[in-house]
């Protein structure tokens, strides 16, 4: 190659920082895109979904459940007592909790 060719070619071929700045330039441009495009997905699949329906009914039934149930068993333990002492018990590596089936819980002290 001569000479004048080669310097030719360098004069006509852009710099490292306009090679730089233009890939900084594209990854930055399509991550842009990326976030417009799913705003805009987004704006869409919200006019296309119905809205949830309100839970206030709900909210009475179980507040009336819990009133007509209280969580206590026949020997007068709450339940999350009894199920504090079964997860202990089920710590114990020499324990196995399948199939337990307790009967009654008696108070030591």
Do not use: Y
């Not at 179980?62 to 209280?70: D, F, G, I, L, Y």
């Not at 999350?80 to 002492?85: Q, T």
């Amino acid at each position: 190659m001569p000479i004048a060719a080669a310097a030719t070619a360098a004069a006509e071929a852009p710099g490292m920082g306009f090679v730089v700045l233009m890939g900084i330039g594209t990854v930055f441009f399509g991550l842009i895109c990326i976030i417009v495009l799913t705003v805009i997905m987004g704006k869409i699949m919200s006019k296309l979904t119905p809205p949830p329906a309100p839970k206030n009914d709900t909210i009475a039934e179980v507040k009336k459940v819990a009133v007509e149930h209280p969580q206590q068993t026949a020997s007068g333990i709450p339940n999350d007592v009894i199920v504090a002492i079964m997860a202990a018990l089920s710590e114990d590596p020499g324990i196995s909790s399948r199939g337990w089936n307790i009967t009654s819980i008696k108070k030591s002290i």
